[in-house]
Nanobody
Framework: QVQLVESGGGLVQAGGSLRLSCAAS????????MGWFRQAPGKEREFVAA????????YYSDSVKGRFTISTDNAKNAMYLQMLSLKPEDTAVYYC?????????????????WGQGTQVTVSS
């Protein structure tokens, strides 16, 4: 079993930055894919970024490429999402996820474990 807990969300003005953290516990293998998803009010949960738990091969959705950076720190059992140049359309609940799946997994069903989410609100 894997447990995931997100933190770091908050309210920020457009153009600002935030760093989200995902604390992981349990049995996570280096081959696992770790992902970030987000869900805005009234919309479906969507893929944001993914990376191997070992830290290799980050992969991003087109909407965040160049602004967000995903990373892992195995020594701290953590994953991060550094978000720069935030826009009001980035407002959503952000979820971290883990799964024994392909690297470029971008659908919900490809992930086995989920956190409870952290709210990010970007004001204009």
């Amino acid at each position: 079993q894997v447990q995931l807990v997100e933190s770091g969300g908050g309210l920020v003005q457009a153009g600002g930055s935030l760093r989200l953290s995902c604390a992981a516990s349990g049995r996570i293998f280096s081959s696992y894919t770790m992902g970030w998803f987000r869900q805005a009010p009234g919309k479906e949960r969507e893929f944001v970024a993914a990376i191997r738990w070992s830290g290799g091969s980050p992969y991003y959705s087109d909407s965040v490429k160049g602004r967000f950076t995903i990373s892992t720190d195995n020594a701290k059992n953590a994953m991060y999402l550094q978000m720069l140049s935030l826009k009001p359309e980035d407002t959503a609940v952000y979820y971290c996820a883990a799964g024994n799946t392909i690297l470029r997994a971008r659908t919900l069903s490809q992930y086995d474990y989920w956190g409870q989410g952290t709210q990010v609100t970007v004001s204009s």
